[in-house]
């Protein structure tokens, strides 16, 4: 057994050391906990549990664009920050024996299952900004539950490695290595690089170095990116005799005309998705409110939209109160000044404050009181 990367000598960096390795450990753990919490962050929005529903914020009205881009920028950094760090112990992963008790065992186990989590999530979390799911299994529940995994893990590494961590997290403890500089210089530079040509695609001011992103936030129909198109949701041709329902205790239907003939407003509100991309717009509208009012439904009350599309994940759309009743959020009926096309929702669509793109409810039909 004790040949390839198990024979002596196979490795002879001297880089292959503890003080290179906490270095680019706590810089990758920064990382992973971004990460994690700004994708716990997005889960609450998207799915929240009946007790938090009533207490999502509305405020910052970019907090999910910020904290989105954050993770997919923390996500794509943590991709050249594992491989160095994976580079770093290498020799460690190959040790012979590979368990020399039942305790290593275990800890060897914990590292393994670290890794692999780590790896799995930085793939399809990576080929999810692509929106390319090559596997049989739901992306977005298996991506929550492995960041929980990644980060237990993590969590268990650093409490058994603790005293090798302190030992080696200070410079002044530690004497000075040749080529430890140069690689963590390298590996720094790897890092901004991605960072710098990637970023744009949620940060406005990198945008003119968004040159690997797979989103440009200004490219699209009317100025602005398309996820889910007409074509794919089956509503290119919206029927003749399209009205928006509201369903309280004073029901009514509106056609487009009418809604028109109410009075319109104009905010500036961003649109960002889970893949990373953001950009601002300014859309135009009835409140959300007014309409809820006009049909008898109190304020503080959690709606239920419905999209014309035959099916999909989001083709119904829980609002809680909190947004319902938020002066920004909108049925909009223009973006940037036109009338919205059929990939941005044509006839209309919803507009609310600090909410993923997902939950932005495109060719509406129905809203009504949840049940």
């Not at 961003?270 to 509208?285: F, K, Y």
Request: with cysteine.
């Amino acid at each position: 057994m004790r040949r390839g990367p198990f024979r002596d000598g196979a490795f002879t960096s001297p880089l292959h050391e503890p003080r290179t390795t906490v270095v680019v450990g706590r810089w990758l753990g920064g990382a992973l906990v971004v990460c994690f919490l700004t994708g716990l962050t997005s889960h609450l929005l998207q799915d929240p549990p009946s007790w938090l529903a009533g207490h999502l914020p509305v405020r910052p009205v970019n907090g999910y664009r910020v904290t989105q881009g954050l993770h997919v920028i923390s996500g794509l950094a943590a991709i050249p920050l594992t491989g160095a760090k994976l580079w770093a112990v290498y020799p460690r992963l190959f040790e012979w024996p590979p368990a020399r008790s039942v305790l290593h065992a275990l800890e060897r186990l914990g590292i393994a299952v670290l890794v692999a989590a780590t790896l799995l999530e930085l793939f399809t979390g990576l080929l999810n900004t692509l929106q390319w799911y090559p596997w049989p299994f739901p992306f977005r529940q298996t991506h929550f539950w492995l960041g929980w995994l990644a980060t237990g893990g993590l969590l268990v590494h650093v409490a058994v490695k603790a005293p090798l961590i302190a030992a080696n997290w200070w410079r002044r403890a530690v004497p000075a290595l040749a080529g430890r500089r140069a690689f963590l210089a390298t590996t720094t530079a790897a890092v901004g690089a991605v960072t710098l040509v990637t970023a744009g695609q949620s940060v406005p001011w990198l945008s003119g170095l968004d040159l690997l992103a797979p989103r440009r936030p200004d490219v699209g129909p009317q100025g602005l990116p398309v996820n889910r198109t007409a074509a794919q949701a089956g509503t290119v041709t919206v029927p003749a005799d399209w009205r928006l329902r509201v369903d309280g205790p004073r029901p009514y239907a509106l056609t487009l005309a009418e809604l028109d003939e109410l009075p319109q407003y104009e905010v500036e509100l961003p649109i960002a998705c889970v893949e990373g991309w953001s950009a601002g717009a300014r859309w135009t509208g009835v409140r959300v409110a007014d309409l809820l009012a006009r049909a008898g439904i109190p304020a503080g009350t959690a709606v239920r939209v419905t999209s014309l599309e035959a099916e999909g994940p989001y083709r119904v759309m829980e609002m809680p109160a909190q947004y319902a009743d938020d002066p920004l959020s909108l049925l909009a009926l223009r973006v940037n000044g036109e009338v919205l096309t059929a990939d941005h929702g044509f006839p209309a669509r919803i507009i609310a404050p600090n909410r993923p793109g997902v939950l932005q409810t495109k060719w509406v039909a129905r809203i009504e009181v949840m049940g």
